[in-house]
């Protein structure tokens, strides 16, 4: 009997798909490396990762792909996995390309779109990122984008599509040279066509400078998803499945070192100060009426500068920043879960890092240098740097590891330069309720508090963090600690209340301080309350007697830095004591006073 022909059994959907991922690749270019997708059966298996009812999406925390196949086969797109997964690789690699950049295009779009919902301004977002993709996809790579959309539009749902969608749709049809229609609705009015080559000018224009084209497509689609949001009408891109990004930063929270850097500064793309296509801008500008070609205005205008404060870097320059809130906003957006009292010290940490400089240090009487005293046996698995080979032949003319292997040893003896000890810092930052929160509004007194922490922390110094507001109210990290994330957490806090210093703690932390002790700078960020360090505290003990005794102990100095108008009576009590006395008029020019702390006061010598 003939047994019957064997016969290869049908390439399942999975497969056919990981087949075209290394195509998929070469296509933005033959260099390009990227893992293999996260291939999830159906909507059960993508709930977890938020994609459920969605087709692929990205993570840009990992440069991760996830297709949802269950999705692709529903909707008809087996045949596709070339386009979406070349779409899929050129978030990562083209639009946003990183979690920074994905921030500053969100905070771009929610600018022109302010009053609509978060989850728009996401979408918003995601239809430019797309439109850019596709475009040079299409254009450039060889890559048929028409196939996809051409087949999302069999599968629109009757009656149920939105306006932004129309608009969207028949920029393509531009983009690409498209009969009208070819992939939009055949409904689109004169008004939305006209849109729709204005959007199709944008995407060729700002291609390459992509930020900053991203505030005209917003403003072009505007009335359109004002107009879906109110009548309530869902989005026909969400309804396909093609919120690809808005979970593009939702694992980041689970780490706060993947939150992404430079988002507390503003892009000039958020303030139009980029440069304009006079062009272009003659059609986007303006109150309604026509242009000189005699064609309809939008009814739009510039939009206005954020709230952001101008912040002097002490070298001459000027930079524009987010309020704390508004940082904790753009984060959150971005699908980071992070607790608010997190996000508040990482925007202070963001902002103090261009201000770091070495803390100070200290002369101790002398130095040691190594003394070497003989050899010792080298055994397997120590470090390679430590073996002497020349010794190791001396002992031996073979070498053989462990039983003839020897390194040096080495004592110590008094050198002839002074030993350089950083002083450590006894931090107290005035939290009064005359202070701002830190968490809402920019906080100098904090951001002088962190860039003087850091600085000690990057010398090697230990850092004790007191927050203090009215009697009995204040946090401290409870000693000189060297953890950067409780002694921030401190100096970032709130407590809003009255005013007074914390004399007892003040005299705990010197009461039982050593000679042997390593020397210590206490610095007091303030007002003018600062001068409730004069009462007397709990025990009766008058506060200057207090005061000079932990100078004493410390045998570092102490600086007081406080915002002061005009004569201060109780200045020249202060300079008796020992203090160094700062004033600035302005809370800003205490970025300045914490660059220059250590040069002027406490610098090497």
């Not at 000018?201 to 084209?213: A, D, F, K, P, V």
């Not at 939150?259 to 059609?283: H, M």
């Not at 002839?416 to 309720?433: A, E, I």
Request: proline share 7%; charged share 25%.
């Amino acid at each position: 009997m003939t047994p019957p022909p064997v016969t290869a059994e049908p390439p399942t959907l999975k497969s056919r798909w990981q087949a075209a991922w290394p195509e998929a690749l070469a296509r933005w270019s033959r260099f390009t490396q990227l893992r293999e997708p996260l291939f999830l059966a159906q909507d059960g298996e993508a709930q977890p990762y938020g994609l459920a009812g969605e087709i692929a999406a990205i993570r840009l925390v990992d440069q991760a792909v996830m297709v949802n196949l269950g999705q692709v086969a529903a909707r008809g797109l087996g045949d596709m996995a070339l386009p979406i997964l070349a779409h899929e690789i050129g978030h990562h690699i083209y639009v946003p390309a990183n979690l920074t950049e994905n921030g500053r295009l969100l905070a771009v779009v929610r600018k022109s779109l302010d009053g609509l919902r978060p989850e728009t301004h996401m979408l918003a977002a995601n239809l430019y990122a797309d439109l850019l993709i596709n475009d040079r996809l299409q254009r450039r790579h060889g890559v048929e984008m028409t196939g996809v959309y051409a087949r999302l539009k069999e599968r629109s749902p009757p009656g149920l599509t939105s306006r932004a969608w129309k608009v969207y749709t028949r920029a393509y049809d531009h983009l690409w040279r498209l009969k009208p229609g070819t992939l939009s609705p055949e409904d689109v009015s004169d008004e939305m066509n006209q849109d729709a080559v204005l959007i199709a000018r944008i995407i060729r224009n700002y291609g390459g400078e992509w930020l900053s084209g991203a505030r005209r497509f917003a403003t072009v689609l505007f009335p359109y998803l004002r107009d879906d949001e109110k009548d309530g009408r869902p989005q026909t891109f969400t309804l396909h499945g093609l919120d690809d990004t808005k979970g593009a930063g939702r694992q980041a929270g689970k780490d706060s070192d993947a939150v992404p850097d430079g988002l507390s500064s503003i892009d000039p793309a958020e303030l139009g100060d980029d440069g304009f296509d006079e062009g272009l801008e003659d059609e986007l500008g303006g109150a309604e009426g026509t242009d000189r070609k005699g064609r309809r205005r939008r009814r739009w205008t510039r939009p206005q500068p954020p709230q952001a404060e101008p912040e002097g870097t002490g070298r001459g320059s000027k930079g524009q920043f987010r309020e704390p809130f508004q940082y904790g906003e753009l984060l959150r957006a971005l699908g980071l879960d992070l607790s608010e009292h997190e996000i508040t010290t990482r925007y202070y940490r963001e902002r103090a890092l261009p201000h770091l400089i070495p803390f100070p240090s200290k002369k101790a009487p002398r130095a040691t240098e190594p003394l070497a005293e003989g050899y010792a046996t080298w055994e397997p698995g120590e470090p390679l740097e430590d073996l002497d080979l020349l010794g190791s032949i001396l002992q031996s003319p073979h070498v053989i590891p462990g039983v003839t292997t020897v390194q040096r040893v080495y004592g110590q003896t008094p050198g002839s330069d002074p030993q350089k000890v950083p002083l450590d810092l006894d931090l107290y930052v005035d939290c009064s309720g005359s202070m701002p929160n830190p968490g809402y509004n920019i906080s100098y007194l904090a951001l002088a508090g962190t860039i003087l922490a850091l600085s000690a922390l990057r010398a090697g110094a230990r850092v004790q963090a007191t927050l203090w507001s009215g009697a009995g109210q204040f946090d401290t990290t409870g000693g000189f600690a060297r953890d950067e994330k409780r002694i921030l957490g401190i100096i970032t806090g709130y407590l809003g209340d009255g005013t007074a210093f914390p004399l007892h703690f003040l005299r705990d932390t010197y009461a039982q301080r050593k000679p042997t002790d390593p020397p210590v700078h206490i610095v007091v960020i303030s007002d003018n309350g600062v001068d409730t360090m004069f009462q007397n505290d709990e025990r009766g003990t008058p506060g200057e007697r207090i005061a000079a005794a932990a100078l004493s102990a410390a045998r570092g100095g102490g600086t007081l830095a406080l915002n002061l108008f005009g004569k201060w009576a109780p200045q020249a009590r202060f300079e008796k004591l020992g203090f160094k006395v700062h004033t600035v008029q302005e809370w800003e020019d205490l970025v300045r006073f914490a660059r220059e702390f250590v040069r002027e006061n406490y610098g090497d010598s």
